[in-house]
């Protein structure tokens, strides 16, 4: 799918035809989404510009997540995206800014996308050119990138309070704790990245106004807050791991303990019950009409007597 917003008299109006479309001067954004190989051909000879093979946009090197040139700019960013099965995944975008206009290349629906198309149609005035367009789309993920922050630490909270010795302790709440630390380790991944973009944007030469500039020194700042904060919440995490082991160690401790007691409670009686279980002639109980009664009273008294001293010490 191919979106092509581009400047009018009084609004930005959005085309989707490529093929019928010719006047260029005035775009402002060229927004490739899943695109064909016709489509991406199609693009790439009306507007004059290359985009990069999905190899080329997973690339890591610094080299590869930023080209600037004369006269256009590249840039590589990874966003996350929520997945049925993985909960969240990283997907690659590619920008490309020539003169005023903007190209992104991606193959996921994103919401920071669906925003800046929102604020390009109720706020006309505010988009020029490609550049604000781009910083916009930044903006919005960030604070997207926020949401998915905040939200992990109010489930954080949630799971803290379940943390206690009467709860169900149970793997699930382990495994629980590991997916949060995925998940904080992904978003902190995809934070530093567009950090790293975002300042090779700001020491830019020449393609961003001083205003623009302005927006991409805040946006750093907000970025340093968030690594900042997911490394806290990762902190928090390893603590409340450590906790979870350190509760089931505890648990683990009092079953050992219980049955230990119960041992120690039956110990002195299997005593007594081992020695008049010998049978020999000499034993004078063996033949006492009232050995049995006594035998198993003092059993008793035996293990009572363990258990009041169990209590005495502290140890029940």
């Given at each position: 799918m191919i979106r092509i917003f581009q400047l009018d008299e009084t609004s930005v109006r959005k085309i989707r035809d490529i093929d019928s479309f010719s006047d260029t001067e005035r775009t402002l954004w060229v927004d490739l989404q899943n695109p064909t190989p016709a489509e991406i051909k199609s693009v790439?000879?009306?507007?004059?510009?290359?985009?990069?093979?999905?190899?080329?946009?997973?690339?890591?090197?610094?080299?590869?997540?930023y080209i600037e040139e004369d006269d256009f700019l590249i840039a590589n960013s990874n966003f996350l995206i929520p997945?049925?099965?993985?909960?969240?995944?990283?997907?690659?975008?590619?920008?490309?800014?020539?003169?005023?206009?903007?190209?992104?290349?991606r193959n996921a629906d994103l919401k920071s996308f669906a925003d800046t198309v929102k604020r390009i149609k109720s706020r006309r005035a505010v988009f020029s050119d490609g550049a604000q367009i781009l910083i916009s789309i930044f903006e919005s993920r960030i604070d997207y990138d926020a949401d998915l922050v905040e939200m992990v630490s109010g489930e954080i909270k949630a799971i803290n309070r379940m943390l206690d010795l009467d709860a169900n302790l149970d793997r699930e709440m382990l495994l629980n704790i590991n997916d949060y630390q995925e998940l904080t380790m992904s978003i902190r991944e995809n934070v530093v990245d567009k950090q790293r973009v975002i300042s090779s944007m700001i020491r830019s030469d020449g393609w961003f106004s001083e205003a623009e500039q302005l927006r991409l020194r805040t946006l750093i700042k907000d970025i340093n807050s968030l690594i900042d904060?997911?490394?806290?919440?990762?902190?928090?995490?390893?603590?409340?791991?450590?906790?979870?082991?350190?509760?089931?160690?505890l648990e683990q401790n009092r079953v050992v303990k219980i049955f230990t007691v119960v041992s120690l409670v039956f110990l002195p009686p299997t005593l007594l019950a081992s020695i008049w279980g010998m049978n020999f002639d000499a034993m004078p109980e063996?033949?006492?009409?009232?050995?049995?009664?006594?035998?198993?009273?003092?059993?008793?008294?035996?293990?009572?007597?363990?258990?009041?001293?169990?209590?005495r010490k502290n140890w029940l």
């Open positions: 790439e000879e009306k507007f004059d510009v290359d985009f990069l093979s999905q190899q080329e946009q997973l690339e890591i090197e610094s080299s590869s997540r997945d049925p099965e993985h909960r969240y995944i990283t997907v690659p975008v590619s920008f490309l800014l020539k003169d005023d206009t903007l190209f992104t290349y904060h997911t490394n806290f919440i990762f902190e928090r995490l390893e603590f409340l791991q450590n906790t979870y082991l350190g509760l089931i160690d063996l033949h006492w009409k009232y050995g049995y009664i006594f035998a198993i009273a003092l059993m008793v008294l035996a293990s009572a007597l363990t258990v009041w001293i169990f209590r």
